[in-house]
Structures are given as structure tokens and as C-alpha cells.
């Protein structure tokens, strides 16, 4: 998948943990929920300028969508706007500090693992 994000202009996903690595990617995003734990992301994303939410995908229409990817295909402010938070709010370290908190938690249990 990197690659791909790598080639593309603009990508249009559903609203899961594609997300997190299309603003690793600095990739321009639309957002599609598709289900009941992506919605409040989905509306995350747009508020903090990462990606563009269409909601839930039954109530979207072609011409909607039509109209949104040529907003952002035309706009390379927008584009260029994302990018920049893309890369701002996720930095790819997401997992270690996951593993160090866990780590750290678990020692202030059990005692230190060396």
C-alpha cells in the first residue's frame, strides 16, 4: 500500500485505520464511513483538516461524490493543507509509545522485566 499512496494524488477510503497511514503518507483523503466505530473519526479527521468526510456511504450519492473529488482534485491549497496536518499529527512512532506506555505499566505492577 505505501506505494501506491506514494503514486496517488488523492485517495478515497473508508473512515478505519487506512486513514492513520494516508496522513502518515501526506496523501489527500476522502473519508467514507462505513460502519458505526468510523463515524466520530470519520468527523475528526475533517475537523482537524486531515481528510474530507462524505458520511455514511448509503446516504452518499455519485454526484456528491463527483463534486467532492473535483473540490479536491482542483484545490491544491486543500491539498496541500492536508498534507501538511497528514504529517504534523502522525509521525509513523505510534506503536512504540503503545509498547512503551504498556511496557511502563506493567512495571509499575509486576516490577521491572530486566
Known amino acids: 500500500m505505501p506505494e501506491l499512496m506514494a503514486w496517488a494524488d488523492v485517495a478515497i477510503s473508508g ?6 497511514e494516508l496522513a502518515f503518507m ?5 473519508v467514507i464511513t462505513l460502519a458505526d466505530n468510523q463515524h466520530s473519526i470519520a468527523q475528526r ?3 482537524v483538516g486531515l481528510a474530507i468526510n462524505l458520511g455514511w456511504f448509503e ?3 455519485p454526484s456528491e461524490t463527483r463534486q ?3 473540490r479536491l482534485v482542483e484545490s491544491a491549497k486543500i491539498r496541500e493543507e492536508m498534507t501538511k496536518q497528514g504529517r504534523q499529527c502522525v ?7 503503545v509498547a512503551g ?4 505499566a506493567l512495571e509499575s505492577v509486576c516490577g521491572s522485566f530486566t
Open 101 to 104: 506506555a504498556l511496557t511502563q
Open 45 to 47: 479527521l475533517q475537523s
Open 59 to 61: 446516504r452518499l450519492s
Open 26 to 30: 501526506g496523501l489527500p483523503s476522502l
Open 15 to 20: 473512515g478505519g485505520a487506512t486513514c492513520w
Open 91 to 97: 509521525d509513523g512512532k505510534g506503536a512504540f509509545r
Open 68 to 70: 467532492a473529488i473535483q
